[in-house]
């Protein structure tokens, strides 16, 4: 068998994981933000200062260290032993955040109860929106590590996407990818259509046009260099690409006519309708058929047309979403009311997922069907209410130790104007040393750059054949590369757009 056929068979036929383990694969990120907050704070607390010495080199290696190499080790090497890795991080986040806080003040249990009450009452201040910069960034991140990862025999194969129904780590990945997107769009961020709807559509179609640039991009690449592609993904000629294109330009039209306090329920309507074409048609049957391709466009990229009915109603979901975390809100307590929302609200959808999954059908991304929009909007609120929280206990500890130049999403307001422009700059001198916030300047760059690094890493090496360790090492410099790019243009200010 040639070596294109063996890695199709690589990545083909796979049946997932629990939705346990994806869920708890997600947990790592926050507490490796949570970490990476925690070792500035104590650094802050012993030497009094920050940036660290020699920032440039520093920090980069520090937050490489902290915030990628544990998500890579995750879900390779560490893989069967992921519940460990989860709570030995989370034991060393516990460990420092008490003796930085003890550290930090030696009241009475009294007095840092009093504390506490007035850290809810307190006013914050953000920059960006809040928490949905580290989603996306994470997001793009674990999907930057997957799509080379999973070419590796190191990689589980329960990750990786599954064939036809099933819950793997990459197949959340696609869902999590158009949520995050819906949830900083132009709707979600309440920016007001100028002009007419249909200009407002055409202006959308039009600022797509990188997206369906590089779908083209890849689809010739693929097929003039013979590259291995799992065909019943997206289809002959399709790809993620022009997926992220076409949900995005769908969903502008619905959104100029429908009322954005109720997208919830049309997004339901939308999917539960497909799903009932699933159920009481010859939909499915056509869909997860294998040996029609050849006969026009439609049997040759069924699934990446008819899943763009359940991707828009993700992505509806997800400026529903985008609209309620945005609100205007001053106070800790409400930041914290919000998050428990989110918590609920994914508590809420998981409960749905297990009863369609028994009544209805499994989750399928290949068809993305009603289990799988309920699935990716649930794991994106799980997901995204742990990095809230997590900013939050860093917020809290912040202003207990007096550390506040840490990049965050949410800050305390300060006594004056001055000391809040001045902090104001402190802080930007060490968040122009973050990673997370490089990534997310360049956040479409960093996505196209793993890709071509991944063909390219593909055309070097002999994947299926490498050593775990061996394996490793290639999929950490690759990330290394990838993060070192956006690193630098970030520090140079540099963002790099396509259109």
Not at 150 to 166: I, L, N, Q
Not at 464 to 475: E, G, K, N, R, Y
């Amino acid at each position: 068998m040639a070596q294109k056929e063996l890695k199709e068979a690589f990545v083909s036929n796979l049946n997932g994981t629990s939705l346990g383990e994806v869920a708890l694969g997600s947990f790592l990120s926050p507490v490796c933000f949570m970490n990476r907050g925690l070792i500035f704070i104590l650094y802050h607390q012993i030497k009094g200062t920050l940036p660290l010495p020699f920032p440039l080199i520093s920090h980069l290696l520090l937050d490489f260290c902290v915030l990628i190499l544990p998500l890579v080790l995750s879900c390779t090497v560490l893989s069967s032993v992921l519940l460990q890795v989860a709570m030995s991080l989370m034991f060393v986040s516990a460990c420092v955040f008490c003796y930085a806080c003890r550290t930090s003040s030696s009241s009475s249990a009294q007095r840092s109860q009093k504390s506490f009450s007035s850290f809810l009452q307190s006013h914050v201040q953000f920059n960006q929106v809040p928490f949905v910069t580290l989603f996306r960034v994470f997001v793009n991140v674990k999907t930057a590590i997957s799509i080379l990862a999973v070419d590796f025999a190191v990689f589980p194969r329960r990750y990786a996407k599954t064939e036809t129904y099933g819950t793997g780590v990459m197949d959340f990945g696609v869902g999590g990818f158009v949520f995050a997107n819906a949830l900083v769009c132009p709707e979600a961020r309440r920016r007001n259509v100028s002009g007419s709807k249909m200009s407002h559509i055409t202006k959308q179609i039009l600022s797509v046009w990188p997206l369906l640039a590089l779908g083209m991009g890849r689809l010739v690449s693929v097929k003039m260099t013979g590259y291995h592609e799992h065909v019943t993904e997206y289809g002959v000629h399709w790809n993620f690409f022009f997926t992220l294109a076409i949900v995005r330009v769908l969903a502008s039209a619905l959104l100029t006519v429908l009322p954005a306090r109720h997208l919830w329920v049309f997004a339901l309507l939308i999917s539960g309708f497909y799903q009932f074409l699933l159920e009481t048609s010859e939909l499915k049957a056509f869909i997860l058929h294998n040996d029609d391709r050849e006969k026009d466009f439609v049997h040759a990229n069924k699934e990446g047309i008819f899943s763009l009915a359940g991707y828009v109603a993700i992505y509806l979901t997800g400026v529903q979403i985008g609209l309620y975390v945005m609100q205007p809100r001053s106070q800790v307590a409400e930041w914290l009311k919000m998050l428990f929302n989110l918590f609920l609200g994914s508590l809420v959808l998981f409960a749905a997922l297990c009863t369609c999954q028994t009544l209805v059908e499994p989750v399928s991304r290949r068809s993305a069907n009603f289990p799988f929009s309920l699935w990716s909007v649930a794991q994106s609120l799980f997901f995204m209410s742990c990095l809230g929280l997590a900013d939050l206990l860093l917020l809290f500890l912040k202003r207990t130790s007096g550390c506040r130049v840490v990049p965050s999403s949410l800050n305390m307001y300060s006594k004056g104007a001055d000391a809040d422009e001045a902090l104001g700059e402190k802080r930007g001198e060490v968040e122009k040393l973050c990673i997370v916030q490089a990534v997310s300047r360049n956040q479409l760059l960093f996505f196209l750059l793993s890709n071509v690094m991944t063909g390219l890493t593909n055309s070097l090496v002999d994947t299926l054949s490498c050593s775990s360790s061996f394996s490793a090492c290639i999929l950490l410099l690759y990330m290394f590369i990838n993060c070192l790019v956006v690193y630098v243009l970030h520090v140079c200010g540099v963002t790099v757009k396509f259109w």
